[in-house]
């Protein structure tokens, strides 16, 4: 895996050193941020976005702050099922099963569901062979 200033640079440069929240791009004083939206993971393309240091002083800093936040404003959404509710256990009974009972292959399929959607409407760039 690349080091954490190589994706970095990766991130900025794909995001065309533009802060995806406001639409600042420079002049900068310093390089703009890169903000992971899940607080503590890895540093993943596909994760990362490029913020102005005022963007970014107003992210979730923790798991807990991205439950506590408006998805607009944290950058990303959480979804829990009740699957004590029969239509929701349906849907995850039917979407487990199209996966083939797989946690891992599920989790993978909602991804690729949602990032064909967001490529679709012109919201996330296209994967290059860097970030795939």
Known sequence: MPHVTTIK?????RDNYTCQKCGNDGPWVRLPDVHRLIPGSY???????TLCNKCHSKMPR???DVFRMEPEDAGVAVTF?????LDEREAFEALKKH???S????????????RDRLQ?????????????
């Not at 679709?120 to 795939?132: E, F």
């Open 9 to 13: 640079k990766r991130i900025r440069e």
């Open 62 to 64: 923790t798991i807990d």
């Open 43 to 49: 540093y993943r393309p596909h994760l990362c976005v």
């Open 99 to 101: 996966c083939g009972g």
């Open 120 to 132: 679709r409407k012109g919201a996330m760039p296209k994967p290059t062979a860097s970030s795939k």
């Open 81 to 85: 099922l009740n699957l004590f509710l």
């Open 103 to 114: 946690g891992r292959k599920m989790r993978r399929f909602v991804y690729l569901a949602l």
